[in-house]
């Protein structure tokens, strides 16, 4: 199995500053048709995750534009321009290149 | 609009049985590929269960292989989780998913546990 590993596991961040989560994947996740399955997740709470980003750097409808995905191979980031109170949560990535699909650890945002 | 509800979970003991539904709106089973997620208490997010909506090919996760099995009903827009010997293990929220985890049911609370 590909195995996602995320870092760092816990972001504390300051409101209206920028933050970065990496993932990197144990193989490439250039699939036989030529894209590549990456995909970024949103979890609040007690809630379901939501969908952010697709094929590496493609947002959601409704996703806002202060988010960002982008990365090749084994190595990808999101990055969100400037953070605000809603984007509080954990952020999972997950490929869907190889059986089985395989989401990382997670990435819990918390407001300092 | 898309909406995926999901129901039957509930409290089951180990090797026990459960049946988990999920109904949805706004698209056809039968043209989507569908997926169950599950996230037990404090851990990751993990695929478990696949079904095609073209061909209907099922996949399995080799974590509930030969346990568990997805299957769909077109007429009645829905898909299912049929899930056997169940072990203490499986306790987490499921999720019914649509293709590439695009959109999310609200999850339904699996226990196992005697």
């Known amino acids: 199995d590909v195995v996602m590993t995320q870092s760092p596991l816990s972001l504390p961040v300051t409101l209206g500053q920028p933050a970065s989560i990496s993932c990197r994947s144990s193989?490439?996740?250039?699939?036989?048709?030529?894209?590549?399955?990456l995909f970024w997740f949103h979890q609040r709470p007690g809630q379901s995750p939501r969908r952010l980003i697709y094929e590496v750097s493609n947002r959601d409808s409704g996703v806002p534009d202060r988010f960002s995905g982008s990365g090749s191979g084994t190595d990808f980031t999101l990055k969100i321009s400037r953070v605000e109170t809603e984007d509080i949560g954990v952020y999972y990535c997950m490929q869907g290149s190889h059986w089985l699909w395989t989401f990382g650890q997670g990435t819990e945002v918390e407001i300092k | 609009e898309v909406y995926l509800v999901e129901s039957g979970g509930g409290l089951a003991q180990p090797g026990g049985s459960l049946r988990l539904s999920c109904a949805v709106s706004?698209?056809?089973?039968?043209?989507?590929?569908m997926n169950w997620v599950r996230q037990a208490p404090g851990k990751r997010l993990e695929w478990i269960s696949y079904i095609s909506g073209r061909s209907g090919a099922v996949w399995h996760a080799g974590s509930v292989e030969g346990r568990f099995t997805i299957s769909r009903d077109n007429a009645k827009n829905s898909l299912y989780l049929q899930m056997n010997s169940l072990r203490v293990e499986d306790t987490a929220v499921y999720y019914c998913v649509r293709g590439h985890m695009a959109d999310w049911g609200q999850g339904t609370l699996v226990t196992v546990s005697s």
């Open positions: 193989q490439s996740l250039v699939h036989s048709d030529g894209k590549t399955y």
């Open positions: 706004g698209f056809s089973v039968s043209t989507y590929d």
